[in-house]
């Protein structure tokens, strides 16, 4: 059977709108703000090649360019066909492909747990969610419904007035669409209050909470009424980490943070994540990173922008 011209013309004109309100609404190098705290837009010209990144639960829709994911010997693509859904926060390593010519332009999105679990209800009744194992990432085909939502929602936000009535349901729209697409099942067996995967879920919220506290796996354990051998391995399953691995990488995240908007002296942020020894807080940084943290602050604010 021959494409259909018409929607091949309507397909490609689609994306090019998309790119063209991406690159008006993220004029900066870096992440660009927009009249919505929970949606941010990267614009990038950088090739960047295995970058430790940890993002919050939410959706990465590349528009211009293309990102690849490694975690655990399995490769998750983001680009202009394919989008990355996170049902919960996992460190993982990054590649990218841009240039000054064509820079990778790419929608961060949020999500909003508790509007996630308004509409995973509501989905319920209807029988709509599909029976799928818990995973951290996602990588899903970028669907025409998808595309339309997100058209909507950029041409919205160029308009503070807009972005403030309409916003919120736009984004309530497009947590449907990612809820319903192929990962669906897998995003909500992740975040649903049942199972042990649901159970190791709770701890990563308490984790992210408590990052900067005295830490034991017993006490992971007890907090969720799991045997230590249990939660070890749901915890793995889920983060493709151990847990004590998680920690280290969310606390050298965090660190990260504050040292790129200086919000204290290494020493001060390394006490502040839950080190004793600044000495093994460098040194795990750089093992981390590749670099030292006031090397990677610098490589954060050129590649990435203020950080706020």
Same mark, same amino acid.
């Given at each position: ?16 709108? =998309?790119?063209?309100?991406?690159? &008006? =609404? ?15 837009? =990267? ?27 490694? =975690? ?40 909003? &747990? ?6 995973? &209800? ?65 995003? &909500? ?120």
């Amino acid at each position: 059977m021959l494409p259909n011209p018409i929607k091949l013309d309507r397909d490609g004109s689609v994306r090019c709108r =998309l790119v063209e309100l991406a690159g &008006m =609404l993220a004029p900066a190098q870096g992440y660009n703000r927009t009249a919505l705290s929970s949606v941010r837009l =990267l614009r990038t010209e950088a090739v960047l090649h295995d970058i430790p990144v940890l993002y919050k639960p939410g959706a990465v829709f590349v528009l211009q360019g293309s990102k690849e994911g490694m =975690l655990e010997g399995e490769v998750y693509l983001y680009d202009e066909d394919h989008y990355l859904a996170v049902s919960v926060p996992v460190p993982f390593r990054m590649r990218s492909i841009a240039s000054p010519e064509r820079p990778l332009l790419a929608v961060y999105v949020d999500f909003d &747990m508790q509007m996630a679990a308004e509409i995973a &209800m509501q989905l319920e009744t209807h029988d709509e969610l599909a029976d799928d194992r818990p995973r951290s990432l996602m990588s899903s085909r970028m669907s025409s419904d998808i595309e339309d939502v997100l058209l909507r929602l950029l041409t919205t936000l160029r308009r503070p007035a807009e972005a403030t009535v309409l916003g919120d349901g736009l984004l309530r729209e497009l947590h449907f669409r990612v809820l319903v697409g192929p990962q669906g099942g897998a995003m &909500m067996a992740a975040l649903q209050q049942q199972g042990s995967a649901s159970r190791v879920v709770q701890s990563l919220r308490w984790l992210r909470e408590n990052y900067g506290a005295d830490i034991s796996i017993a006490d992971l354990a007890k907090q969720v009424g799991m045997s230590i051998p249990s939660y070890h391995l749901r915890f793995k399953e889920l983060t493709g980490s151990s847990p004590m691995q998680y920690v280290k990488a969310m606390r050298l995240h965090e660190a990260r943070l504050m040292i790129a908007r200086h919000s204290g002296t290494i020493a001060e942020i390394a006490g502040s994540v839950g080190y004793a020894s600044p000495a093994q807080f460098s040194r795990d940084f750089k093992r981390h990173f590749g670099r030292t943290a006031s090397e990677e602050a610098k490589w954060m604010r050129h590649h990435l922008g203020e950080i706020v």
